[in-house]
Structures are given as C-alpha cells and as structure tokens.
C-alpha cells in the first residue's frame, strides 16, 4: 500500500507510531494538533494547558505571533545556505547575544547536545594549546549535557550510560554543590569544569552561591575554562537571561538550545576571546545558523529584551511558588519541597507519586512533566499569566489530593 499525505491524516496515531517509529520515547497518550500561547489542543478537540512548553523551549509560547511573522518572512526569502556564505539574520543574532552576554565568540548548533559537544571539543584544544594537553572535564554526578556518545559521557547519571558502554574517557564525576569533592577532582590532565547553574534533568536543583563562586575561583587559581550548560535555564528561564547572571559571575564558556529557538531547532556555544581556540576545519555543522532558526531565534531575544519579559517571569515565579506553598501547607497534598528557578520548577513529593499526579493533571485538561518517581517539573511558557497560574494552580492542587 502507498502511503500518501491524505492517508497518514487517518491514520491511529498510536497505531502508527508503534509501527513506524523507533522506540525511543515513553509517549503520553496525546496527539498534539494545534498550539496557542499556553494552550494546546489534541486531535479530539480537547484544550490542555500547556506548563511544560516543549520541555522549555516555547518561550514565547505555542505560535507566537513575533516568531510566526519572523519566520514567515525569512522562509520566502532564505532558508539554507550552509556556513560557506556569511548571511544577515546569523550575524545579527550574533552580535544580539554577545552585546547582551559577557562572551565574545559564537559557534552556532542545532540543539544543546551539539552545543555542548562544541564546548568540549573547544575545551580538549584549549587545553592542548594552554595546559601541558589537558583533556578531562570535570562535570556533576546528576547532570544532563545530552545524548551525543560524549555528552553522554559527560552526564552524570549512570542510566542514561549503561546501555551504550564502553563510554569514551575524559570526563570525571563529582557531587553537584560539593566544592571540596571538586577540588579535589582537579589534577594535571584537567581542561575544564562544566556545570549546569541548575540541574534541570536532575529535579531542579539550583547551584548554591558559595559553591558557584568556590568553582569559578578553583578554575581561576588552576588556570581551567568554566563551561556553563545554559540548554534549560538560558534565554530567560530563571528570570534573568542568562542564569549565570544570578551568581555574579563569568563563565568562559557557555552553551544555549531550547528557548534560544522559541520552537525551532538551534544552539550555540559562545566563549570568551581567551577560549576562543578554534580554527577553519576544527569544528563545522551544515545546518547550523540557517537564515530560519537565526530569523526566528533574533525573534525570540529581541521580544524578550524589548517588552520586559525578564521582570514579568519574576513577578510570575513569586505567584507560582505563593501558591503552591499554600497548596502545600493544606497538609494533604503530599508535596514536601518546592524548588524553584524562575519559572522552572521542581516539586517534590514525600511518596512516589509523581506518575499518578502526572496522568491526574493531564486528565483534568494540565500538562506537566515528571523528572523522577517523587518529581514533577514544570516550565511554563516565559509569557504565562497571572489567570494561567491561577488555572494551573486549581488544577495541580486537585490532582496532588486525587492522588494521595
């Protein structure tokens, strides 16, 4: 049988799925049609409220009308050139986020895990040229770095690695928040420690201001690059634009994905101009920086600089964690702590009970996330209102008692 555009429209979705696709993700049973702001609707009609956002990626929300119009208008004129010609909309993004950053270069990517792949490559040549062919990073046991065989061996979480072992080497695990098992990891091969501000993957667990403080300090006195995994809280998630921004401190290299893109695939890796070691051949990607993503990607920044939308995401993340302390206070609700960095949440349960919460919040018309048995994330679109949180709230505190 030939499969055309006007079958597939009828096809079961699920039926299709288990025939046609590799079974790589756990799905909810949902089929996405149609995206609004923060709403989404399935293929029954049926309207969700959306307070994951593509895993923090739809800052502006489903469709928003500054990336649809940016994207509209560079579609009919320039889609792909690849990286042999300079084109506008690539250096305008460029010069945008480096005058708003304290970095000085950028390489651009198609998602985090190939930004963050750029930042170790950048980091084995650095330490090639500046220390003696120091290759290890040193990076925190329940971080996320992506799916790349090393990113993958630069994450710190053994079950997302036994599968694909022997994992490549250079990478060095150590407790997140504990400044004297990093200091102690440091040695002669050391090239870099790369950390996430936030562990997002991990359940939502800020850096403490002593321990990002302490480990930007032991780079500085060992003479090693800072690497900071901006995938998740970058572009405004925390409330500032670049999390960094929280701990008064400078990386020499950070990486962006997810909310870069506002829906569309792109990352980057920037530096510092002492870090910037790279010369033509040592690194490249076809796509990256395509006219497209940088159109809408210049978009999405532009829109958050321009209308305030860092001071909105702080004054949201306060009516957030007010409520669910309230939500928690009721005493049935099972929650035992709240973890929050701007509108990027971790709540967490004294049972296992993030499953249930997860399918009863889904079920009343909410879309959450769970980042263990006992963890419930959440990152709404960066533009979410006051009556939206009101709604999440209403719904998640239902569910938390449903599903005590």
Known sequence: MTTTLSSLAVFDAREAEANLYMRTF???PLTLVRGEGVRVWDDTGREYLDFLAGVAVNALGHCAPVIVEAVTRQVSTLIHTSNIYRTVPQLQLAKLLIDHSCMDRIFYANSGAEANECAIK??????????NGAFEVITALGSFHGRTLATLAATGNRHYQEAFDPMPEGFRHVPFNDLEAMTSAIGPNTAAI????????????PATQEYLHGV????????????LDEV?????????????????????????????????????CLSKEHASVFTPGDHGSTYSGSPLVCAASLAVVSYILENDVLAHVRSMTAHLVAGLEAIKAEGDSGISEIRASG???GIEFGEERAAAILDACREDGLLVNRTSTRTIRIAPPLIVSQDECDRFLDIFGRACVSAH
């Open 232 to 268: 998740q809280s970058g572009i405004g998630r925390t409330g500032h634009l670049w999390g960094y921004e929280a701990y008064g401190i400078e990386p020499d290299v950070m990486t962006l994905a997810k909310g870069l893109g506002g829906g569309l695939p792109i990352g980057a």
């Open 194 to 205: 790369m950390l996430e501000p936030v562990l997002g993957e991990g359940g939502i667990y």
């Open 122 to 131: 950048l980091a084995r040549k650095w330490g090639k040229l500046n220390r």
């Open 343 to 345: 509108l990027w949440m």
């Open 216 to 227: 930007r300090k032991l780079c500085d006195d060992h003479g090693i690059l800072l690497i």
């Open 26 to 28: 756990a799905r909810q």
